[in-house]
């Protein structure tokens, strides 16, 4: 096939040589004549194919595309071909897609696309069911317009997607849902939605038992305490030889309704899904309070004292529950002595009590020069029962489930907790508020 240059130059040029050879013949007038008719049939047959072109291009229908004559074939065969291509492309990406979305209907979770301002950009149909969306009527909606739950909203904004975020559904109360963001590209965000329905029920099933067990448990330990402490006390009830023995059940009875406070404090933490109250928490009087039952406790335990220290940033307080942070503050900082050995010379056992703000968050921090801990254990400490040193946690009143009771606490006041630590060398509790807890005084 010739080049659509060279074939108009050819045809031009076969003019040319036509019109001169007709005023060699006939005279200039004859030659113009031919010259101008052939030109204009020429300028003509290109209008109409052009014409034809753009009636095409209104109703571009591959089968009826014009054949085309002489240069206008080659083009009309060309666009053929390149019709057929896009139009092959377009089929194989409507598979694509229709495959796309088959697959991604098939999934047991919702996902849904959010744009950069929290918009709604396409979502599948079990997001629509698990969420109570619309794709047709909420497409570019915000999402917060159409999930008004708070902590949702706290959630979507706090930007912290590491962990994911359970959600129950307000249309349906008995579908359980675990949300998780995850940002991709230009600050878009994909929502993935996890109904978690049968497993919370066997979570509530769980703690159920262990609050009734521990319930349960609680009365006849009560009574066998009591009697135990009453013979005690009795003189000639029980005989000398028999004594230690008897310490040893008051002692162990003391440690099982120690550990049955904690597992239903644990269960009623865990089981309370409202808001904590939002009180302003004094800190200094309370981190205060802290440090002195601090110092009992070390007295209670060694012979030599612990040197505790406070630093607190006096124009910083913090909105939450009082009580359950108070149980935070004084786990961490009771655990700090417990795991913190002193020696005589009193060179050792330096505790350090802080409040105060890092990086804009504010944060309360416990650093000891205790027994410190491997970095294998870190990330097990929450679990319930977990313990590094089982003899002594016992020995110092233990009952191992103090940390798990500081992390749901925290959670529940959207709040994280680091811990960093140096075997020999000592360890850092830090709970990590979020900025929006911070309070100044008047
Ligand atoms: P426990 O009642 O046994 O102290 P916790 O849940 O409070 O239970 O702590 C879990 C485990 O973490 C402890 O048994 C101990 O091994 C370790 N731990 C906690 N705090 C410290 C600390 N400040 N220094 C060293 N180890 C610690």
């Known amino acids: 096939m010739l080049d659509i240059r060279w074939r108009a130059g050819l045809f031009i040029c076969a003019l040319i040589v036509i019109s001169l ?25 290109h ?23 002489g240069l206008w074939e080659d083009i009309f065969t060309i666009l053929l071909k390149y019709e057929r291509n896009n139009t ?12 796309f979305n088959l697959a991604t209907s098939a999934m047991p979770d919702g996902l849904v696309i959010l744009s950069a301002s929290n918009e709604i950009e396409w979502c599948t149909p079990n997001a629509e069911y698990q969420l109570g ?8 909606l915000p999402i917060v317009n159409l999930i008004r739950n708070s902590q949702f909203i706290a959630y979507l904004y706090n930007e912290q997607y590491g962990e994911p975020f359970k959600l129950k559904s307000w249309r349906n109360p008995d579908l359980v849902l675990e949300i998780q963001l995850i940002p991709f590209a230009n600050n878009q965000k994909l929502l993935i939605s996890h109904d978690m329905t049968q497993l919370d029920k066997v979570d509530v099933m769980r703690r159920d038992f262990i609050a009734n067990v521990s319930h349960e448990l609680r009365t006849p330990l009560t009574v066998v305490g009591g009697f135990l402490e009453t013979l005690s006390d009795m003189e000639g009830a029980v005989p000398e030889k028999l004594r230690p023995y008897f310490a040893m059940m008051e002692e162990q009875t003391i440690r099982m309704r120690r550990i049955i406070e904690d597992l239903l404090t644990l269960s009623t933490i865990e089981s309370n899904t409202e808001e904590p109250d939002n009180s302003d928490i004094d800190m200094p009087s309370l981190l205060k309070s802290v440090q002195n039952d601090a110092i009992g406790l070390s007295q209670s335990l060694n012979k030599t004292k612990h040197k505790i220290n406070l630093e607190v940033d006096s124009t910083l307080n913090l909105s939450g529950s009082i009580d359950e942070l108070r149980s935070v503050f004084s786990n961490l900082v009771s655990n700090a002595i417990r795991y913190t050995p002193t020696d005589d010379a009193g060179k050792s056992g330096e505790i350090l009590i802080s409040w105060a703000l890092q990086h804009g968050e504010p944060v309360f921090s416990v650093r000891d020069s205790g027994i410190g801990i491997e970095q294998r254990h870190i990330d097990r400490l929450t679990e319930r029962f977990y313990r590094v040193d089982r003899s002594r946690s016992r020995e110092t009143g233990g009952t191992g489930l103090g940390l798990s009771i500081v992390k ?7 709040a994280k907790l680091e811990i960093t630590s140096e075997l020999g060398v000592g360890s850092t509790f830090s709970a990590i508020f979020p900025k929006a807890r911070i309070v100044r005084p008047k």
Request: hydrophobic share 50%.
């Open 47 to 69: 209008i109409f194919w052009l014409h034809q072109l753009q009636t095409w291009f209104k109703k571009p229908i591959l089968k009826e595309i014009p054949e085309g004559f």
């Open 133 to 140: 969306l619309d794709l047709m009527t909420d497409k570019n």
């Open 21 to 45: 050879f007709s005023w060699l013949i006939s005279g200039a007038i004859t030659a113009l004549l031919i010259f101008s008719t052939c030109l204009l049939v020429y300028i003509l047959n």
């Open 408 to 414: 749901h606490i925290l959670i529940r006041h959207q």
């Open 88 to 99: 092959f492309n377009q089929t194989q990406l409507n598979s694509a897609l229709e495959r």
